[in-house]
């Protein structure tokens, strides 16, 4: 028999990237291709981008650079952009840097084999279409190889919202939602083969509307519905915007057994100015009654945001409402980044603000989050959680999981295994983690 070929896959951004790469992966496991650590040992390098960060075409390219000497080395060897800098720069890709084979859309992915066997003729292949036909349908069964404790599952994409900020919409496309069966169907697969906490994906995942079997479903009612999967023990999804959150997604907060106290709500700033030019339709008092509204239903749940600073005509007075904002709601995590332009958004051709001064900003908002970030962690001390153990720690006999709350926790010198959802009592609280001991 001959030797599988090998796959690299490196893959950037976002949790749905992630799934993406699993799902690229698999597919092309039909055509041989087992998955590589390395790329030095790969028959085909595959890059999956993601758009949203710094200068991302850039950092591609520069990523392309370094497998020159390796493409020289092994003219056999071919080279794939994936992913949304595929879907914004399409052939410019192949112009820019002639050693890429294949470039294919967020949307294209399913039709990956029939593009790696085009570049095995000497042949080049683009797609950056929006097809008709759903990808995930498309898409072989996922193989019945055993799998860790959790697991990423796409049930939305695309946006509808176009944040002035934001590329989504033009890269992922419009909202689309899989039917309820088929994501169920997935979620009980991955339960046969190991999982027990289920993430589920969309870049506007509250807008879930995917049909069921007695018209469409909302996220809340997939969720019910995923609750009764049996085996599947914890159920999260990410990303939600405020305008989406429903009274009944609301309600499954405070009574779904299996849906966790976390919620990623991402409100970008505290300023109604501000958030009025970002086109989020959403004001800072209607994001915190918002708020109120969640933590009635479920009390001791988790929040988590999203920041941008520095936003085009943001002034000082602007950032000080987002801070305000900030020490109002006290979020147990939160992501911050300083504005940057992206070509073809509205926002990028305003007045930017002085990069200094949006680099303090950001400081002094991550001093901010990581303050509250450290109470609320610390706070759990002495409390008891429920920890769903992932893998070894770096210390002989210790082992890590999560929390309902997301917390990474360790114990040591423990009986559990990979797997395990065990009771915790915690102990300590370091810097980035809990410390504690099994119940």
Known sequence: MSEPKKLYIKTYGCQMNVYDSERMSETLGGQGYVETQSPDDADMILLNTCHIREKAAEKVYSELGRFKGLKAEKPDLKIGVAGCVAQAEGEEIMRRQPLVDLVVGPQSYHRLPEMEAKTRTGAKALDTDFPEEDKFEKLKNRPNAKRGPTAFLTVQEGCDKFCAFCVVPYTRGAEVSRPADRIIREAQDLVERGVREITLLGQNVNAYHGAGANGDMTLAGLIWELNKVDGLERIRFTTSHPNDMADDLIEAHGTCEKLMPYLHLPVQSGSDRILKRMNRSHTAESYLRLIERIRAARPDIVMSGDFIVG????????????????????????????YSTRPGTPAAERPQVDPDAADNRLQRLQALITQHQREIQDAMVGRKVKVLFEKSGRLPGQMVGKSEYLHSVHVSDADVAVGELRGVQITASGANSLAGALI
Do not use: I
Request: glycine share 4%.
């Open 311 to 338: 936003f085009p005509e943001e002034t000082e007075e602007d950032f000080q409402a987002t801070m305000d904002l900030v020490e109002e709601v006290k979020y147990g995590y939160a992501y911050s980044f300083k």
